[in-house]
């Protein structure tokens, strides 16, 4: 019988890559600075706790979906997130487990990052035997781990918590490739050369995106422990961006690159996984500032709430002041940017139809801020696609739309919208891009919206701290791929 193929050969753990600098994009920075200033009005109505314990249950939660610990459907994650970990709250049929086995696992994974945070708290340098009671505290409520028997038979065997491992657990790939992490004899000391690195890192400033990816990689190679190496892989990333005052890691089951670019990094593509990260705390910062005066609102007394009302109103009043209406000149360099895109698109798709579709007309339509008459045009679809992007459009302190109308037998449009990112104007924008149909009803002439669907994977914003070089550049990207996204979308429908 041949030796199966090694699909990955273990060797050493290797430190940042030359270059690491470039890893790193500053507009997750400049979205953090946004963020730390609207983060003390929460500390300020002690409301942080609540909305940080959100946060940290979604963690917990996704972790185990990830882990395949348990399944469980998307809107009861929904409830637990909001309401707190309860079996009381999980329907029959709505997990894979009993219940009460569902929430035990739930909350060692609260625990853990709970015990994240307080070891921030504390200032202490990482270690290995820190490292080993988290993986204990991860692992408290699973017995057992899987293994294979001497006839080759997948078992389940006794999972030690907290120890490093005393076999091999290289497993099998899909196409029957072995992946070989780090031998057991050599573990303790692949393990102490990590954490030397990473205080080494902390001295030197590493960008939490860059040191959070390579810390979780690194770890993976090692694969120190015989079972819940991942969930131990996205606590230490998160325990860098707890460090820098940012959010728990929270890859999400939707979050389908997670193990494409956890591979590509064993192909010494570093730079993918950073970018993943660094998706997933703009999609934290994104939903905190949409709805951080949502969880004040909640916790405040009347009394506070009229308080809050002015103070809304009096900001809003002075959202022209200099350091946040800077933003608004950066959303009309865009906007023009964006205008000229859809006119070349728009030249295309008429070009392309030239003998083709002699009845296909395309044109588009622009609406900037300052137009009081139309501004408020798309409400509804703008609202819409910031729900499917899980955050507030704000669509009173700034509205700029630009439409593209493709006319055949059916209209399909798609909009481009600029507009205020949470419900308090705290100096961030966003850009959505979405198609959706005109379609007749029956006893009502006028057309109605159907079929929505957000063509962006992920808000694009921007704020007053963006510096205006690299900005239009990033967003000449986004905008592009996304309306590649959306022209597809209507080809499929045609």
Request: a negative charge.
């Amino acid at each position: 019988m041949s030796e199966p193929a090694i699909g990955y050969e273990w060797h050493p753990i290797e430190d940042l890559p030359d270059g690491w600098g470039l890893l790193a994009g500053p507009e997750l920075a400049a979205l953090a600075a946004v963020w730390e200033e609207q983060r003390q009005q929460l500390v300020d109505a002690r409301a942080l706790e609540e909305f940080t314990a959100r946060l940290r249950r979604e963690w917990a939660i996704e972790t185990g979906v990830i882990e395949r610990l348990y399944d469980i459907d998307r809107g009861v994650t929904q409830v637990l997130i909001e309401q707190g970990i309860s079996a009381s709250y999980i329907p029959h049929g709505a997990t894979d487990k009993p219940a009460e086995s569902v929430v035990a696992l739930i909350r060692d994974q609260e625990q853990a990052v709970e015990w994240l945070s307080d070891f921030v708290a504390s200032r202490r340098g990482l270690s290995t035997s820190f490292i080993k009671g988290l993986h204990q505290l991860l692992t408290s409520h699973q017995p057992t781990a899987k293994g294979v028997d001497s006839l080759g038979r997948s078992v389940e065997i006794p999972l030690l918590r907290g120890q490093w491992k005393q076999f091999p657990n290289s497993p099998v790939r899909p196409d029957g490739s072995v992946h070989h992490y780090c031998p057991p004899e050599q573990v303790a000391s692949e393990m102490d050369r990590l954490v030397a690195m990473h205080l080494r890192h902390q001295e030197e400033g590493i960008p939490p995106e860059v040191e959070a990816a390579w810390l979780h990689h690194r770890f993976t190679q090692i694969h120190p422990f015989q079972d819940g190496n991942g969930r131990v892989a996205r606590s230490l990333a998160t325990l860098v961006f707890l460090r820098a005052g940012w959010f728990p890691l929270v890859v999400r089951r939707s979050d389908l690159s997670y193990i494409g670019a956890s591979e590509a990094a064993d192909m010494a593509n570093l730079k993918t996984l950073v970018d993943l990260f660094t998706s997933i705390e703009k999609r934290a910062f994104v939903r905190a500032l949409s709805f951080s005066h949502q969880v004040v609102a909640e916790a405040a007394p009347v009394s506070a709430v009229i308080a809050a009302a002015a103070d809304k109103l009096r900001e809003r009043r002075q959202a022209a002041k200099a350091d946040l209406s800077r933003v608004f000149g950066l959303a009309d360099g865009l906007f023009a940017a964006a205008t000229a895109q859809l006119e070349d698109v728009r030249r295309q798709l008429s070009e392309a139809m030239v003998g083709v579709a002699d009845e296909f007309e395309a044109n588009v339509a622009t609406c900037g801020n300052d137009d009081e008459e139309r501004r408020h045009w798309f409400r509804h679809q703008v609202s819409e696609a910031a729900r499917l992007l899980d955050y507030f459009a704000d669509m009173r302190t700034y509205h700029s739309w630009l439409r593209l109308r493709l006319r055949e037998q059916s209209q399909t449009e798609v909009l481009v919208s600029f507009h205020g990112l949470g419900q308090t104007f705290s100096g961030v924008l966003a850009c959505s891009v979405c198609g959706y149909r005109r379609e007749e009803t029956e006893d009502d002439l006028r057309p109605v919206v159907a079929g929505l669907e957000v063509a962006c994977p992920e808000v694009f914003q921007f704020n007053y701290r963006d510096e205006e070089s690299g900005l239009a550049e990033r967003f000449g990207r986004w905008l592009h791929d996304s309306l590649a996204v959306a022209l597809e979308q209507w080809r499929r429908g045609l």
